[in-house]
């Protein structure tokens, strides 16, 4: 939690300096900034839809920047390294040798051999699964407030039970037992929407958590050249990692409050 809020405080101060006094011909730190807005804005506005991209935005803007620097977080130097060794049994010096070559964190105290953990005093925000459920439930929140202000109740309703047959085109003895179909599948979608509070938060933390693990595993077998090109993959996951969680976002929200618009381009065709 004191990784995230001084890497957050340290990201807005960055924000303020490099746009400082905004321009109408935009210095090359507001250029940087807007370029970022501007191009998140382009990925998903045809996701949300034209109805909505306006108000949801700045949080699909929110969401993939602190997701990005906090995932990012683990590769700064002093996060994931200092902290203190947690003994938990005591171990002979023959264990304590094997448990060693096996990469167990194993460490000699007054004379005795005990085995443990280490605990970090800074990890990255991401590898702690409390920071992800926090965000899923946000996004799952900000889910239901978009829903149901800008495509209401009674489209919900409809998109999760409603008959979604064409009277005229389907007959009557078809149409009405499609009612009990329908509703079972939304009875199904309901347990797909709630698990999103499941999938969102551990395939974040997993990746996170993994790739931190990793870079540890990699440190112990050779501390130099040997773990630099996973860095570079930790870099790219964690900037994977961040899009998939806000596309995520966007698809969910843009599901149900782009029906209109469907709609509207279904009959022009």
């Known amino acids: 939690m004191f990784t995230g809020w001084a890497l957050s405080l340290l990201l807005i101060v960055v924000v303020r300096l490099m746009v400082g006094r905004p321009q ?61 060794f947690v003994p938990e049994h005591e171990i002979t010096m023959e264990q304590a040798t094997d448990m060693q070559h096996s990469g167990a964190i194993v460490r000699e105290i007054d004379g005795k051999y005990y085995d443990g953990h280490f605990h970090y005093f800074f990890r990255p925000v991401n590898s702690d699964l409390n920071t992800t459920l926090a965000l899923a439930i946000i996004s799952f929140l900000a889910w239901i407030w978009f829903v149901l202000k800008y495509a209401g109740v009674k489209l919900l309703l409809f998109d999760l039970f409603g008959n979604k047959a064409d009277k005229k085109e389907v007959p009557g003895y ?33 990746n996170v958590f993994g790739g931190e693990n990793l870079l540890t595993s990699m440190h112990g077998m050779f501390a ?33 409050c782009n029906h209109d618009s469907a709609d509207e381009h279904a009959h022009a065709h």
């Open 224 to 256: 130099w050249v040997l773990p630099v090109p996973f860095y570079f993959l930790e870099i790219l996951i964690g900037f994977v990692q961040a899009l998939v969680f806000t596309l995520l976002t966007a698809v969910y929200i843009g599901l149900i």
């Open 24 to 84: 109408l011909v935009p210095a090359r730190g507001q250029a940087m900034v807007e370029g970022l807005i501007q191009w998140v804005y382009d990925i998903m506005a045809p996701i949300v839809g034209k109805k909505v991209i306006k108000p949801v935005f700045p949080l699909l803007l929110c969401l993939f920047t602190y997701i990005l620097i906090m995932n990012w977080s683990g590769l700064l130097p002093g996060v994931g390294t200092f902290g203190h």
């Open 174 to 206: 078809i149409y009405v037992p499609l009612f009990g179909v329908f509703l079972g599948v939304g009875l199904i979608e309901v347990i797909s929407i709630l698990s999103r509070l499941v999938s969102l938060p551990f395939r974040l933390f997993g």
